[in-house]
């Protein structure tokens, strides 16, 4: 195996004395590629690769009128934003502030009518206590009158003579007031 | 006509396997590259199969182009999407980055150059052909030479003569050696560039060419000798590989190619970068 490569190894150098490749040694070779390629030129450049530039122009132009559009509605649409944050701000602060407002009326409102029911409390404990020291200055008034009474009678029974009422009422009014005052 | 099917392949390894009593055998080079003439034999109009390899590379792209553009739309769809990405390949990874904005000009050219060398060269996998035209020294010397008067002429028309005095004797370097260097610019620049172009991808492109050949003799002959049949196994699976390999390298010589162009272009425009 390795012999017949060797082999053709050799037999390839040989064969390479026989040619210089470098060298073109076909004129026609030359010729001809030399016509096919500044054909080829000729044609890229002013047939085949125009349609395809123009279009691509076309395109990028297109492009960059969809970007700067695009740049354009990003700018409309952040003032947009920014206008309907700047609203939303204000209706907020227009809410908090009727909302303050309504909190400070009701406030008032509560204060004016809390101060009323306790005026008005206050006015009918008054008058309540008043009716009250009357009604007990009344029931006191009674009941001295009726113990003085009781007390002359009894007075009466126990000394068996008659005693005038009238002359010992100041004296049993006052040992009730003494016994009876405020305590 | 001899077609541009590949027909005289098996009678080139069988007249190989007659001269050599059986063994394998090499077919020699000049059965490999040069091809016999269709018509004009011996004339300046000769025509054969690379000439054939050559028009086809003219009229694919120009074809392509044409259906591509016949109804460009501003959304390209199908083959107007490809030829867009095409020339959007050139324009961004050649012509843009070696040249610069300025270099839109010389786009036609570059496109016209990519495509001439790729579909010259795509001949070499392509079934029934098997034969990069660039694998012949002809249409790698003539590209080479237009990259060579293009950027020579685009220094000239940009800086005048200046563009030599620039070129020979670069800015910044003491005076005493431009005895040194002004020789190696002069043959760096004006001579070895285009020879150095032309051989990168001829060379590239014959080596591919004489390495499928290679393991295709390999693969014919092991088919044929019972015993080492089973070398099979290692040669073909490699054929197939080297085939895919070459697809590669058609696409990266052209574009080396054009690139390269691009970059002499670019340094003809600004000479003193």
Known sequence: ?183 | MPGLALLNAPSILLAAEDGGGGGMHFPPIDHIVKWPAWFGEGTFYEFNKITFISFIAMLVPVILFLIAGRKSKLVPSGLQNVMEVSIDFVEKQVVLPAIGPEGMRYLPMLISMFFFIWIGNIFEVIPSAHMPANARMANPLVLALVAWAMFIGVGVKHNGLGYFKSALFPPGVPKALYILVTPIELLSTFIIRPFSLAVRLFANMLAGHILLVTFAVLCITLWSASVLAGVLVLSFPMLVAFTGFEFMVAFLQAFIFSLLTAVYIGGALHPAH
């Open chain 1, 1 to 183: 195996m390795l012999a017949q490569v060797s082999v053709l190894a050799a037999e390839a150098a040989e064969s390479a004395e026989k040619i210089n490749p470098v060298v073109p040694d076909v004129v026609g070779e030359i010729f001809w590629g030399a016509v096919f390629f500044f054909l080829l030129w000729i044609l890229m450049r002013y047939v085949c690769l125009p349609p395809l530039l123009r279009v691509r122009a076309q395109r990028d132009a297109q492009v960059q009128a969809d970007l700067e559009a695009a740049e354009a509605a990003s700018t409309q649409a952040e003032q947009v934003r920014r206008d309907y944050d700047a609203t939303l701000a204000e209706a907020r602060g227009e809410a908090s502030r009727v909302l303050e407002e309504a909190r400070a009326a009701a406030e008032a409102t509560r204060g004016q009518k809390v101060a009323g029911v306790e005026t008005e409390i206050a006015a009918e404990r008054q008058a309540a206590m008043a009716e009250l020291d009357a009604e007990r200055a009344a029931a006191l008034g009674q009941l001295s009158g009726d113990v003085a009474d009781l007390a002359v009678a009894a007075a009466s029974k126990v000394v068996q003579a008659p005693l005038d009422a009238a002359s010992h009422r100041s004296t049993v009014d006052d040992y009730v007031n003494r016994s009876g005052g405020p305590r």
